[in-house]
């Protein structure tokens, strides 16, 4: 299972739980000594009532915008940005939090997909499709917190110094239509635009391929900004990171003969254009 499958899968925080409350606590407590309701203090903001009530009471997770916004409004003198970094993990599965601080100092990131098509490749809607067809179901505001979530990972293409990254994507994602087949002709057509990247590589692993060097499920390969390598191995709930070289070391060369399996990338972009002609 991806980290975007096993994402979807998994539990949002608890309501009013950790920093998620202590948060809260002091939005409310902040609010109040400036002598604001809710609705007020949402019109300096540019949320709604009800989205600052979510916050107070640790049941939704701020965007940074709306903290840093919020922390000069009531001049809380920076006591609320200070919850920025841990919130932010917050919008994520505790079994992904880690994978997500490397995500974003990352100088590697090369993953294979057997799935779903990784969450760095999904455009808005096809990633509200994934969370949206859930099971159980996900109410409309974890939604919608869980797509803005991915999307703020998408950052990792518009960093300086720009990461090396690649994928590796089974040919049968590209063909599933999830969402329909407007949203899977728009995720066709970003993955386009993402692959032509000059430090991005897509390769597409066609389902007539005789062999195949990572039929035991989805990894990612890290490189991290000290140098080191990782590999995060996906799991119904219970995905984890790897640091030792053996097993780093596997995961290595199973990523370089898959590469090798599968279409160039330059037959993959082509690929991907002929099957955007078909949709």
């Known amino acids: 299972m991806s980290e975007e499958a096993a994402e979807a899968e998994a539990d949002v925080p608890e309501a009013g739980s950790g920093v998620l409350h202590v948060f809260g606590r002091q939005l409310k407590r902040f609010r109040v000594r400036a002598g604001m309701e809710r609705a007020q203090l949402g019109a300096r903001?540019?949320?709604s009532?009800?989205?600052?009530?979510?916050y107070e009471q640790g049941r939704r997770i701020p965007p940074a915008r709306f903290i840093v916004k919020a922390d000069e409004v009531l001049d809380a003198q920076g006591v609320l940005t200070e919850f920025v970094e841990e919130l932010e993990k917050a919008q994520y599965p505790a079994f992904f939090q880690d994978a997500a601080e490397l995500e974003k100092k990352a100088l590697g990131w090369h993953?294979?997909?057997?799935?779903?098509?990784?969450?760095?490749?999904?455009?808005?809607?096809?990633a509200r499709a994934v969370f949206t067809m859930r099971r159980p179901l996900l109410d409309e505001e974890t939604i919608e917190q869980?797509?803005?979530?991915?999307?703020?990972?998408?950052?990792?293409?518009?960093?300086?110094?720009?990461?090396?990254?690649?994928?590796?994507v089974e040919e049968s994602l590209l063909r599933k239509r999830l969402g329909?087949?407007?949203v899977m002709r728009g995720q066709l057509e970003q993955i386009l635009l993402t692959g032509q990247q000059r430090n991005v590589q897509i390769q597409v692993m066609p389902n007539d391929r005789e062999e195949h060097a990572a039929l035991s499920g989805s990894f990612t390969l890290i490189e991290t900004e000290k140098g080191r390598r990782i590999s995060y191995v996906d799991a119904y709930k219970g995905s984890r990171l790897y640091a030792d070289h053996q097993t780093v070391r596997e995961m290595d060369e199973r990523y370089g003969i898959l590469r090798a399996q599968a279409l160039t990338p330059r037959e993959s972009l082509s690929f991907v254009e002929k099957l955007l002609g078909e949709t």
């Open 146 to 168: 869980r797509v803005a979530a991915r999307l703020v990972r998408q950052a990792i293409f518009e960093r300086k110094p720009a990461p090396t990254i690649s994928f590796v």
């Open 45 to 47: 903001t540019g949320y």
């Open 49 to 54: 009532a009800s989205t600052i009530a979510s």
């Open 180 to 182: 329909g087949q407007e």
């Open 111 to 126: 993953v294979y997909d057997a799935l779903v098509i990784n969450g760095l490749l999904q455009t808005e809607d096809y």
